[in-house]
């Protein structure tokens, strides 16, 4: 799990970019050109992919960015405990844990017993993005 | 009582018999040799000077006197503002400032990537290469020290700078501090503020700095300012002075009046009211453009000074 590289110029809407030490979805980028200030500068808004926060932040526009690797697997549900459930991943049979906090806030009804998810992994962390419903 | 006498032109006649004949010319012309005998008497007394000038003047070829008369050991602190540094920096590197004019077409050079500034033309790729360098000088500069003051800071800028008619590398070898309260006003604010986002620990100190200003000369039992233009190096400069009672000598050079109460535009005398300087201080506003009234004054000073053998030159 890490990061590839890639250049502030190139981040759009959609675009994944490592900011603070956390993976952010872009959610908007402004670019001004060369002028008093310099060389052109990149202003990206961002929203972390598991904390949820948003982000705003100026780079060259020749930066060199960070960009996270995000693997997308699946898993299904063993347990919930509270505010912990218990996945096993489907394709490694690994099993984990995780707290309902890193299940998206939408879809955290819709977890239960059995039921297959999507989930993401980046930089080590990871975050369930989506209930498939029951298997 | 002074009376008017008729400026005539003798063949060779040198700028200090020029400012001479200024003193019964009148107007501006009079008050620019009061300006110039107040130089004078502000080393001649033992005044420690504070010089201060705005970002044009740094723009414009002033910067190359400004470096002399700290070299010669004239001026003992430099405030300014940040396009001055951002310039004399520029310059040390090689960059050219170009001469065109006032009427200009704005809106093609603005497309051209050349900023005006009056009649002068500075281009974006200057300021692209000044990135460049302030970037790298920042690293350099974090790796020794995470948080140092601005006049720190300026200091370590002088000291890797190599060109005689930049004021930052005469004050830093001559241990003449340069303060620039207003450090992020202009294009190094972008710098330092990226400097800031890569290393959150980096901290450029403005408070800190002022307490070593208005310390700085507070135990000296003469203070000289030279303001040329306005706005905040000129306000700083009799800032600096106010714990101890204000300025014992003041020359202002602006373009500013005094109408509008704005800081440029306050002569000598209205800063008595505010205790900045003294009642009984030798002071004197000239109005007009330093470019042309600022090489008079320190023509004037440097060389009666050099004949009294007041100044290393």
């Known amino acids: ?135 | 009582m002074e009376y008017v006498r008729d400026l005539v032109w003798r063949p060779g006649m040198t700028v200090k018999e020029l400012v001479e004949g200024f003193a019964a010319t009148g107007f501006q012309s009079t008050e620019l040799y009061k300006a110039a005998q107040i130089v004078v008497r502000m080393k001649r007394e033992g005044a420690k000077v504070i010089l201060t000038f705005t970002s044009n003047m740094g723009t414009s070829g002033l910067r190359g006197l400004f470096a002399q008369l700290i070299g010669v050991g004239l001026v003992d602190v430099v405030i300014t503002t940040v396009g001055a540094i951002e310039e004399d920096v520029m310059k040390a590197l090689g960059e050219r400032f170009y001469i065109h004019r006032f009427q200009a077409d704005d809106v093609e050079l603005h497309e051209r990537g050349m900023n005006r500034v009056g009649n002068l033309l500075i281009s974006n790729d200057s300021y692209a290469r000044f990135e460049a360098f302030a970037t790298r000088l920042l690293e350099e500069i974090y790796r020794e020290k995470k948080r140092l003051t601005v006049s720190e800071l300026l200091r370590e800028i002088g000291l890797r700078l190599e060109d005689e008619n930049s004021f930052l590398y005469q004050a830093a070898r001559r241990d003449v501090p340069v303060f620039c309260p207003a450090i992020t006003d202009g294009s190094f604010g972008f710098h330092l503020f990226m400097a800031r986002e890569r290393h959150p620990d980096f901290d450029v100190d403005v408070v800190g700095d002022f307490g070593r200003m208005i310390l700085y000369l507070s135990q000296e039992d003469r203070k000289g300012v030279i303001a040329l233009g306005g706005g905040v190096s000129k306000h700083h400069a009799i800032l600096m002075t106010l714990l101890s009672g204000g300025a014992d000598y003041a020359v202002y050079i602006t373009t500013s009046t005094q109408f509008s109460g704005s800081m440029s535009g306050a002569t000598t005398s209205e800063a008595k009211s505010w205790g900045k300087i003294k009642d009984d201080s030798d002071s004197v506003t000239v109005i007009g453009d330093a470019t042309i009234l600022f090489p008079l004054v320190a023509a004037y000073a440097l060389e009666v000074l050099r004949e009294e053998g007041l100044i290393e030159a």
């Open chain 1, 1 to 135: 799990m890490g990061v590839t590289h890639g250049s502030a110029g190139d981040l759009k809407k959609g675009s994944y970019v490592v900011i603070d030490g956390e993976p952010c979805v872009v959610l908007s980028v402004a670019k001004s050109k060369p002028g008093k200030h310099g060389a052109a500068k990149v202003r990206v808004e961002a929203r972390g992919l598991f904390d949820g926060t948003r982000r705003s932040k100026i780079f060259p526009a020749d930066a060199d960015v960070e960009i996270p690797i995000i693997s997308k697997r699946s898993a299904q549900v063993l347990a919930v405990m509270g505010d912990t459930i218990q996945l096993m991943d489907l394709e490694t049979y690994e099993t984990f844990e995780l707290p309902m906090s890193a299940v998206d806030e939408e879809e955290r009804s819709k977890v239960e017993s059995g039921a297959e998810v999507e989930y993401w992994e980046a930089l080590g962390k990871k975050k369930v993005m989506k209930v498939k419903g029951p298997s």
